[in-house]
């Protein structure tokens, strides 16, 4: 890269990192793995640099990059090693002064990984499904049917007949 790229990258990642790490630790619940899907994204944003450049909407461009980084993370080799033989039991939670979000944070990292970014994506960034479509690669039917199955399966986890207000079937497509 030239010297002026690369400024222009630096001043770049050094302004969209809080945002990008926020993305990432609603995807992988965890400030580790988070950092770790920033620090993957921005590298290859800094090879791709040239071409992230000249996207029409550099944000989404790079939101796509951490998204898809995240969903296909679990089909490289070294997510499959394990330090341990079998996963510590996770804290159980108390009902005195858990927040709702705590809550809803750990029913989420239960979900598989493809709905989990589309719920993410959809609630908490508020994206059309069409933008999440476009950012997955994949058409606009998986992404409502993945909406429906990983809001299903959040209830489940939570015991709820419907889930923060929402119902699949007055949502809509927006």
Not at 68 to 94: C, G, H, I, K, Q
Request: with cysteine.
């Amino acid at each position: 890269m030239r010297d002026s790229s690369d400024k222009e990258y630096v001043d770049y990642v050094t302004a969209r990192i809080p945002a990008l790490r926020r993305l990432a630790y609603l995807l992988a619940g965890d400030e580790h793995r988070a950092d770790d899907l920033v620090q993957q994204t921005i590298t290859r944003l800094y090879v791709k640099w040239r071409r992230a450049q000249v996207a029409d909407n550099l944000d989404a461009y790079v939101r796509t990059m951490l998204v898809r980084t995240y969903v296909d993370e679990r089909r490289l080799a070294w997510s499959r090693v394990r330090l341990f033989r079998e996963l510590p039991e996770p804290a159980p939670f108390e009902d005195d002064g858990i927040e709702d979000r705590q809550v809803v944070r750990a029913a989420l990292s239960r979900v598989p990984r493809r709905q989990q970014a589309v719920l993410v994506l959809r609630f908490f960034y508020d994206l059309s499904v069409d933008d999440v479509a476009g950012m997955l690669g994949c058409s606009t039917g998986t992404v409502k049917s993945q909406t429906s199955r990983g809001l299903a399966h959040l209830r489940r986890l939570l015991g709820e007949r419907e889930f923060a207000g929402y119902s699949t079937t007055n949502r809509g497509a927006r």
